[in-house]
C-alpha cells in the first residue's frame, strides 16, 4: 500500500511528463511536411503554420497549389508585433492563412549567418556589389527583388502564377485588412 508522499510523487511525476510532452512545437504545412529551414534561430507568429524560409515555401506552394503569404517582418518593427498580435494571430485571420495558403515570415534584420554555401553576391542598380551572408540580407534581397519592397510590416500573396494578387500593409483596421484577405480566396 503507498503512502501519501509516494502517491503525491507518482502524481507530480506524471503531471511533469505530460506537460513536457504537450510543448508547443509548431505544426508544419500538412502537404509538404519539411522542418522549417530555420527554425532553431526564429519561429513564426504564435497561432501560424508555415516556413521561415523562402526556398521552402515556395516549393511548397508549388506542390499543393495554393497561393504564398509571404510577410515580410523585423524584430525591431514594433508595428509588426502589433500587425501581429491584432491581425495574423487573430483566430479568423490565422484559421484563413493555415488553411488556404502557404505563409513564410521573412525577418530582414536577422543577423544569424547563412552556411557558406548559401552566401552569394549580388550587384546592386548602381552597379556596387553586396554579399548576401546573413539570413536578414538574404531576406532583404528577397523582399527587394520579388516584391519590391521592404517596409514591414507587410503581407503579400502571389498565386499559383507567381502574380502578386493583394498586398495588405500595416493598419489598424483589421476588418480592412480581413476583407482584403477574404477577396484572394474568393477569386
Do not use: W
Request: net charge positive.
Amino acid at each position: 500500500m503507498m503512502n501519501t508522499k509516494s502517491t503525491l510523487f507518482i502524481f507530480l511525476l506524471i503531471l511533469v511528463v505530460l506537460i513536457l510532452s504537450c510543448n508547443s512545437k509548431k505544426k508544419y504545412p500538412q502537404q509538404c511536411e519539411q522542418v522549417p529551414k530555420y527554425l532553431k534561430v526564429f519561429e513564426l507568429p504564435e497561432k501560424l503554420i508555415g516556413y521561415n524560409n523562402y526556398e521552402q515555401a515556395v516549393d511548397c506552394a508549388r506542390k499543393t497549389d495554393k497561393p504564398l503569404a509571404v510577410y515580410i517582418t523585423g524584430y525591431a518593427c514594433k508595428n509588426c508585433r502589433d500587425f501581429e498580435e491584432k491581425f495574423l494571430n487573430s483566430d479568423e485571420v490565422s484559421k484563413l492563412l493555415n488553411e488556404h495558403f502557404v505563409f513564410a515570415a521573412l525577418l530582414i534584420d536577422i543577423k544569424k549567418e547563412l552556411p557558406k554555401e548559401d552566401q552569394f553576391v549580388v550587384t546592386r542598380s548602381n552597379g556596387t556589389k553586396r554579399k548576401v551572408k546573413t539570413i536578414g540580407h538574404l531576406n532583404g534581397y528577397i523582399a527587394a527583388s520579388k516584391y519590391m519592397n521592404s517596409s514591414q510590416p507587410y503581407l503579400f500573396i502571389r498565386n499559383s502564377r507567381d502574380s502578386i494578387v493583394a498586398r495588405i500593409g500595416y493598419s489598424q483596421n483589421k476588418e480592412e485588412l480581413l476583407k482584403e484577405l477574404k477577396a484572394v480566396i474568393e477569386k
